[in-house]
């Protein structure tokens, strides 16, 4: 190595000629990067040649500097040079080694697809787009007021009990346990005008993880507001859904239920065949099979989106669309979902 302080213009001048002899000989590309490293490296001799600049007595700075650049350039411009043709002689001598057969068959390409959580949610978004509905994206951090208070469910009301969820440090900032709270969002952006909209997306809830539960799953949201907007509206939309995804001899039933942001609260089951093996597990004997949660918006809540209940009205649904895949495929087992085991999802 050479000293720092005292740089001149013969130790550059030897040091080129001696990188430029080591060079001519390195053989192969492993040498070539070992002789990089030793030159260019972060303790290489032509980076220390550079550094050594500033400790030049001043008169004899400019001189130096620039001699030094310009050996840095040439040895640069040597390398590059001398590492291009190992690699194409490298490449050659493969060539005439291994020729090529150009008559094998050649190696099939690994096709992607889509997760069979978007296959389905593409599916549910293509139905209601041909009844009109327009996808609405709203976000998964929601305050505690748009998840559960502007829903009707203030601060004690019990059937929070049913959406236990994350909480961050922020008080009043969770992980929305539903899509409902993009009901809100939706009426506030688009009020007086009448809403024809689904709001997908991720949901999350603090629940003992299960075969039929998860901490984080997607729901699907719907939401129609309009003027005269009536339970048959809601019937006849959810009929003509299933039906698209579960096939036309669907039989669907509602039945009455409960939530705090619709009032009369439904829920709605589809008949299952019954000569599926599956029948009698999925619907508990019962040959009926839950779908989703749904019901006229609740008058509260119409008021807090900015509508007039007395002028307007509307419906909306919940849905999880990964028990609705369950159903469809037989899956037994919801955490496959989110797993990423790939023996589960190169089935779809
Ligand atoms: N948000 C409800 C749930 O998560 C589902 C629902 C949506 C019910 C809209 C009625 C209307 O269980």
Redesign the pocket.
């Given at each position: 190595m050479v000293g720092l302080a005292r740089k001149t213009m013969s130790d550059l001048a030897s040091l080129e000629q001696r990188a430029l002899a080591e060079l001519a000989v390195c053989a192969d590309e492993p040498a070539l990067r070992a002789w990089n490293t030793k030159y260019f490296g972060d303790k290489g001799e032509v980076v220390a040649a550079l550094k050594a600049i500033g400790a030049i007595p001043k008169e004899e700075r400019k001189t130096y500097g620039q001699e030094a650049n310009r050996v840095k350039e040439a040895l640069t411009k040597a390398f590059e040079g001398t590492l291009a043709g190992a690699k194409e002689r490298a490449l050659n001598a493969s060539l005439t080694a291994n020729p090529l057969d150009v008559t094998l068959p050649g190696r099939p390409v690994q096709r992607g697809r889509l997760h069979i959580a978007t296959q389905i949610m593409r599916q549910i978004y293509s139905i209601f787009a041909d009844m009109g509905f327009q996808v609405y994206r709203t976000r998964e951090v929601e305050s505690d007021e748009m998840n559960f208070e502007l829903l009707n469910m203030p601060p004690h009301h019990p059937a929070r009990d049913?959406?236990d969820t994350f909480h961050t440090t922020t008080p009043g900032v969770i992980l929305r346990?539903?899509?409902?709270p993009g009901q809100i969002h939706v009426m506030r952006e688009f009020h007086p005008n009448p809403i024809r909209v689904i709001l997908p997306g991720m949901?999350y809830r603090y629940e003992a993880i299960t075969t039929r539960s998860e901490i984080q799953f997607q729901?699907v949201?719907g939401l129609v507001i309009g003027q005269h907007v009536t339970m048959a509206d809601l019937k006849g939309t959810i009929t003509a859904f299933a039906r698209r995804l579960f096939g036309q001899e669907r039989q669907v039933r509602f039945r009455s239920s409960y939530?705090p942001?619709?009032e009369p609260?439904i829920e709605v089951d589809i008949d299952w065949p019954r000569d599926d093996p599956n029948a009698d597990r999925l619907t508990k004997g019962t040959g009926w099979l839950e779908i989703?949660?749904?019901?006229m918006v609740h008058p509260v809540v119409l008021r807090n989106g900015g509508y007039d209940p007395a002028e307007y009205s509307g419906f909306?649904?919940?849905m999880g669309p990964q028990r609705i895949t369950m159903l469809k495929h037989a899956i037994d087992d919801i955490r496959q979902f989110w797993g990423n085991d790939l023996r589960f999802l190169r089935q779809f």
């Open positions: 049913m959406w346990t539903h899509t409902s949901c729901q949201e939530f942001f619709t609260s989703m949660g749904a019901g909306a649904f919940g």
